[in-house]
């Protein structure tokens, strides 16, 4: 069996790999983040981080130019002990699973990669495209042991996620669940066992739940909102003290880039029978519709400059992918007579500074409920849509409808 001494992770500059990668150098192994993005090859040996990452920073300036360093050179294989691939199934515009991305870029991981290294997929695939990367390998004639590890963190909290959650490992033969339990080790010894198709299904579960636990909050927000009653009172009253909704989530835009994606592929291996998920689905992405079909009969629109505030898919985030605040930006650019879109992160040229955005607005949505928005003071002549409720003290109406002053 071959020492796990260095490891290359395929896609290693992203919010997967990045944070993999600086705990596995952190724990001694020698690693390699194999990227094609030039500027954040660069970054990251600056030692700096592309995206926001809580505590990665220091741990990073630990390692980088020592134990880790990027590069794009795929030469960095052929010496591999084990290589990582951080490449997800995409979904195409007809919302159906594609795998000719992720073949393209196996087959040529593998035909760098030395006998008898360990190939691990990490990022979410479609159910049963490991087993068909392995009959590939098969086919090819090469010792190449293949598993299949799926990512468990969520965005901004993978330092502490990667060594504290249970890692799930799985593999079609002995040898290679071996290896790959010899790696993850390493990080961490709470490993969880299963068949790959068992493991893939694991992480679609996952996201699939979770995705439809928010969509039950966001079908009753709306459905308090259309009476014109005030969700965040229901709520609080129905989980105070009562521990069988404890897993009632808060509204908010579900969104980003993995649990929507999650859901679709978890209903074409369904056959488009899961029924579920594709509520989930009309009930998440319709609630910025929703917000804008409630603000139109409310307000006239047309004359009023509309604020949002938050344009990362969720708070303390500067990662925009996915961001139902851009769905919901489009929506009002044809309504309203001005959008001002503010983020203390997100770098995007057509977004405005927070002060100037909330004085000229006659109508502030909270897109993302970022931390430094938590004091803000509105006249009482704005109109606040706060979907998270994240301002818990502001003062509800009592009439006029579900978004009065």
């Given at each position: 069996?071959?020492?796990?001494?260095?490891?290359?992770?395929?896609?290693?500059?992203g919010?997967?790999?990045?944070?993999?990668?600086?705990?596995?150098?952190?724990?001694?192994?020698?690693?390699?983040?194999?990227d094609?993005?030039?500027?954040?090859?660069?970054?990251v040996?600056?030692?700096?981080?592309?995206?926001?990452?809580?505590?990665?920073?220091?741990?990073?300036g630990?390692?980088?130019g020592?134990?880790?360093?990027?590069?794009?050179?795929?030469?960095?294989?052929?010496d591999?002990?084990?290589?990582?691939?951080?490449?997800?199934?995409?979904?195409?515009e007809?919302?159906?699973?594609?795998?000719?991305d992720?073949?393209?870029?196996?087959?040529?991981a593998?035909?760098?990669m030395?006998e008898n290294?360990?190939?691990?997929?990490r990022?979410?695939?479609f159910?049963?495209?490991?087993?068909?990367?392995?009959d590939?390998?098969?086919?090819?004639?090469?010792?190449?042991?293949?598993a299949?590890?799926?990512?468990?963190?969520a965005?901004?909290?993978?330092?502490?996620?990667?060594?504290?959650?249970p890692q799930?490992?799985?593999?079609?033969?002995?040898?290679?669940?071996?290896?790959?339990?010899?790696?993850?080790?390493?990080?961490?010894?709470?490993?969880?066992?299963?068949?790959?198709?068992?493991a893939?299904l694991?992480?679609?579960?996952?996201?699939s739940?979770?995705?439809?636990n928010?969509?039950?909050?966001?079908?009753?927000?709306?459905?308090?909102?259309?009476?014109?009653l005030?969700?965040?009172r229901?709520?609080?009253?129905?989980?105070?003290?009562?521990?069988?909704?404890k897993s009632?989530?808060?509204?908010?835009?579900?969104?980003?880039?993995?649990?929507?994606?999650?859901?679709?592929?978890?209903?074409?291996?369904?056959g488009?029978?899961?029924?579920?998920?594709?509520?989930?689905?009309?009930?998440?992405?319709?609630?910025?519709?929703?917000?804008?079909?409630?603000?139109r009969?409310?307000?006239k629109l047309?004359?009023?400059?509309v604020?949002?505030?938050?344009?990362?898919?969720?708070?303390?985030s500067?990662?925009?992918?996915?961001?139902?605040?851009?769905?919901?930006?489009?929506l009002?650019m044809?309504?309203?007579?001005?959008?001002?879109?503010?983020?203390?992160?997100v770098?995007?040229?057509?977004?405005?500074?927070l002060?100037?955005?909330?004085?000229?607005?006659?109508?502030i949505?909270?897109?993302?409920?970022?931390a430094v928005?938590?004091d803000?003071?509105f006249p009482?002549?704005?109109?606040?849509?706060?979907?998270w409720?994240?301002?818990?003290?502001?003062?509800q109406?009592?009439?006029?409808?579900?978004?009065a002053?």
């Open positions: 069996m071959r020492k796990l001494k260095k490891i290359v992770i395929i896609g290693g500059c919010h997967v790999g990045l944070p993999l990668g600086i705990v596995f150098a952190n724990c001694g192994l020698d690693v390699v983040l194999l094609r993005d030039q500027g954040k090859i660069d970054t040996n600056r030692g700096q981080m592309p995206f926001m990452e809580s505590n990665a920073l220091e741990l990073l630990r390692v980088v020592k134990q880790l360093i990027a590069t794009a050179d795929p030469s960095c294989l052929r591999a002990d084990a290589a990582i691939a951080v490449l997800g199934t995409p979904v195409d007809h919302l159906n699973p594609t795998v000719t992720l073949y393209r870029s196996i087959d040529e593998i035909a760098s030395p290294a360990l190939l691990v997929l990022s979410t695939v159910p049963g495209v490991t087993k068909l990367v392995h590939r390998l098969q086919a090819s004639g090469r010792r190449i042991h293949l299949f590890c799926p990512e468990r963190i965005e901004g909290k993978a330092m502490e996620e990667i060594r504290t959650l799930i490992i799985s593999a079609f033969d002995p040898d290679s669940l071996a290896r790959v339990r010899e790696l993850f080790s390493i990080i961490n010894e709470d490993l969880i066992e299963l068949t790959p198709l068992e893939e694991a992480k679609l579960f996952t996201n739940w979770r995705y439809m928010f969509a039950i909050s966001n079908q009753f927000y709306m459905l308090a909102e259309t009476y014109g005030d969700f965040q229901i709520y609080g009253a129905v989980t105070h003290r009562y521990p069988r909704m009632f989530a808060k509204a908010g835009f579900a969104a980003g880039p993995c649990l929507l994606k999650d859901t679709l592929q978890l209903s074409a291996f369904s488009n029978h899961f029924f579920l998920g594709h509520a989930a689905m009309l009930v998440n992405e319709g609630l910025p519709n929703f917000i804008v079909g409630q603000l009969q409310e307000q047309g004359d009023k400059v604020a949002v505030l938050g344009m990362a898919f969720k708070s303390e500067d990662d925009k992918r996915e961001s139902l605040s851009y769905k919901l930006r489009k009002l044809v309504e309203a007579k001005e959008v001002l879109c503010t983020d203390p992160y770098v995007d040229e057509k977004l405005f500074p002060e100037e955005a909330v004085n000229r607005a006659d109508v949505v909270l897109g993302a409920p970022h928005y938590r803000l003071q009482n002549d704005k109109v606040v849509v706060d979907v409720g994240f301002w818990p003290n502001r003062e109406p009592v009439t006029g409808g579900p978004f002053s």
